[in-house]
C-alpha cells in the first residue's frame, strides 16, 4: 500500500530535521530549531490568535463580583512589582486549586484583581477559558490556565522559584505533590458515595498524608535544615502550596493545630508563615470560605 501524500511528506521533514540535529550538534542545533520554527510561525501565529479571550464586558456583567464589590482595603495597593502588567485572577469564591495562586500574589504583594466567579456564571464563562476550567490568570489580556502552570509563572515571575535551576526543580517537585495529595482530598470531599468516601478518607488519613509529610521533613533536613523553608535559605511557592495544603485540612477539619507538632518542617513553616506581613495581610483579609 502506498503511503499517503501527507505522510510522506511529515516523515521527509522529520528525517531532514533530525539529518540536521545530527550534523550540527556540536553546535548550532539551537539556530537549526529556529529556523524550522520561523517557518512555522506564520501558522503558530494565526493559532493564536483565534485563541478565545474572555470577554471583558460579559466579565462584569454576568455575576462576577469585580474588585470594587470585595470588603475595602482587600488589597492594599502596595509594592507594584511589575506596573506594566494587570493580573486577574479568576477562580470560584472557595480556596482548592486557586489558593496557591493567591498566596503567591499575596505574599510577593501584588496588585490584582482577585475575581471569584459564581457557580451561577460559570457556564457562561466556560467556553471562553483557555481549558474550560479555572484557574485561569489573565495579565494584559494574556490567558493562562492551569492552577500550576499559573503558579509556576508566578512564582518565577516574583522571585518565589528558588535560585538555581536545581533549587527550582526541587520546589517543583514539592509543589507537584502538594497539589497530588490536594488532589487527593478533593476527591474524597466531593465524593458522594458514603463507604467510597470513608475508604479513601481513610487510605488519605492512614497513609497519603503521613507519608507525605514524613517525606517533607526528611527532604527539608537535606535541602534546608537551618532555615526552615522546603529548600534553600527563603520561601519558596513550594512553601506556600505545602502551607495551602495544611490549611485546607484543617478547615476541612481532617487535622487540628496538634497535627502540624508531629511533623518539624510544618511547624517551622507555620511560623514562617505567620511571621510573613505581605501574606498575612491576604490571609486575614480575604473573603471567609468554608474550603
Ligand atoms: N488541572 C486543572 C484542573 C482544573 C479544574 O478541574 N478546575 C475545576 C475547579 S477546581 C473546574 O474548573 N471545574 C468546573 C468545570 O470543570 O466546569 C488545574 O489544576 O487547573
Not at 93 to 100: Q, T, V
Not at 146 to 175: H, K, N
Request: aromatic share 12%; charged share 25%.
Amino acid at each position: 500500500m502506498r503511503t499517503p501524500t501527507w505522510k510522506r511528506k511529515h516523515l521527509d521533514t522529520v528525517i531532514a530535521t533530525a539529518v540536521k540535529l545530527i550534523l550540527f550538534s556540536a553546535g548550532p542545533v539551537r539556530l537549526v530549531l529556529e529556523e524550522d520554527l520561523r517557518n512555522e510561525l506564520p501558522f503558530i501565529m494565526s493559532r493564536i490568535s483565534r485563541a478565545p479571550v474572555i470577554n471583558p464586558v460579559r466579565q462584569l456583567s454576568s455575576g462576577i463580583s469585580s474588585p470594587e464589590t470585595l470588603p475595602a482595603g482587600e488589597f492594599e495597593r502596595t509594592n507594584v512589582h511589575s506596573p506594566e502588567k494587570r493580573f486577574r485572577f479568576y477562580y470560584f469564591d472557595i480556596r482548592c486549586r486557586g489558593e496557591l495562586a493567591r498566596f503567591i500574589l499575596g505574599a510577593a504583594g501584588v496588585d490584582y484583581e482577585d475575581i471569584r466567579v459564581n457557580l451561577a456564571s460559570w457556564p457562561a464563562l466556560k467556553d471562553d477559558t483557555p481549558f474550560k476550567t479555572l484557574p485561569v490568570l489573565d495579565f494584559n489580556g494574556v490567558q493562562l490556565g492551569q492552577s500550576m502552570a499559573i503558579a509556576r509563572y508566578l512564582a518565577t515571575e516574583f522571585g518565589l522559584r528558588g535560585r538555581t535551576p536545581y533549587e527550582q526543580a526541587l520546589a517543583d517537585s514539592v509543589a507537584e505533590a502538594a497539589d497530588d495529595v490536594l488532589a487527593s482530598h478533593l476527591e474524597f470531599m466531593f465524593e458522594e458515595r458514603s463507604s467510597k468516601k470513608e475508604n479513601m478518607k481513610r487510605v488519605f488519613m492512614e497513609s497519603t498524608l503521613p507519608d507525605f509529610l514524613l517525606y517533607l521533613d526528611q527532604f527539608q533536613k537535606v535541602y534546608s535544615e537551618e532555615y526552615g523553608y522546603i529548600v534553600g535559605s527563603k520561601l519558596t511557592y513550594a512553601d506556600l502550596a505545602v502551607y495551602s495544603l495544611l490549611e485546607q485540612l484543617m478547615s476541612a477539619t481532617i487535622i487540628d493545630m496538634n497535627y502540624f507538632s508531629y511533623y518539624k518542617y510544618p511547624t517551622e513553616l507555620r511560623k514562617r508563615i505567620m511571621s510573613n506581613g505581605k501574606l498575612m495581610r491576604y490571609i486575614n483579609n480575604r473573603p471567609r470560605t468554608d474550603f
